[in-house]
Structure formats: C-alpha cells, structure tokens
C-alpha cells in the first residue's frame, strides 16, 4: 500500500491480536472495575500503596525490643563489672573480614588438614 509516497505494509495478523488485546482488557478489566495483575515493581507499589499498618507496627515492635535488649546488655555488662570489680569497656558492634575456612576446606581438602590447627577457647555466651 502507498501512502504518501511510502510504502507500507499492513500485518493483518499483528493488528487483529493488538485487537483481540485490547478487547480482552476492556471487557476484563475496564467494565469490570477489575485491575490488572501487576508486572513489575512499580505496579505492585501502587497496587498496595498503603497497608493495614501491621507492617509498621511490626518495625515499631523490634526498633523497641531492640533498644531493650541494648539496655538489658548494658545493665548485665555493669552488673558483671559491679561483682567482678573487672572494668569493662564499651559495648559496641564492629565489621570482621574473617577467612572462610569451610570453603577453603571444600575446596582445598589436602591443603586444609595440612594447615588445620585445634584451638581452646572459653566464651561467655548470655542467651
């Protein structure tokens, strides 16, 4: 088909299911009043903007139990150095970079049990 001086050519096949498409998600979704199935990150954002506020009260739930468990930490760690008279120091969390021993033993068997060295250790474990 020329239009304007170009050529086109018509995909009856594409433009029937576009067709069949369109219909689907009028009849289906649009007189409906029915949403379609989210497809990406975006459409379920909006398909659930607002929650029944579980969510939230769940994080409001641990933030406390965790400021408590900090406070219950601190006041055994006083207590400890109250009855010991040892002085403890600051109780913080830090990063470790630490060497992963099972890989390397899954990877390197020989190389582990030649290097592989027992240790004794005691550790003050507060459950």
Do not use: C
């Amino acid at each position: 088909m020329l239009i304007g001086g170009q050529d086109f050519h018509m995909y009856h096949d594409v433009i029937q299911a576009i067709a069949a498409k369109a219909e689907d998600f009028w009849v289906n979704h649009v007189l409906k009043d029915i949403p379609p199935a989210p497809i990406n990150v975006d459409d379920i954002k909006k398909l659930y903007a607002r929650d029944n506020g579980e969510l939230r009260n769940l994080k409001g739930q641990i933030t406390e139990l965790q400021e408590q468990e900090k406070a219950v930490a601190s006041r055994l760690i006083m207590t400890i150095a109250d009855k010991t008279g040892m002085t403890i120091g600051a109780y913080k969390a830090q990063n470790a970079t630490r060497f992963s021993s099972t890989a390397f033993k899954k990877d390197h068997p020989d190389l582990f049990e030649e290097y592989a060295k027992t240790t004794s250790t005691r550790i003050l474990r507060l459950a």
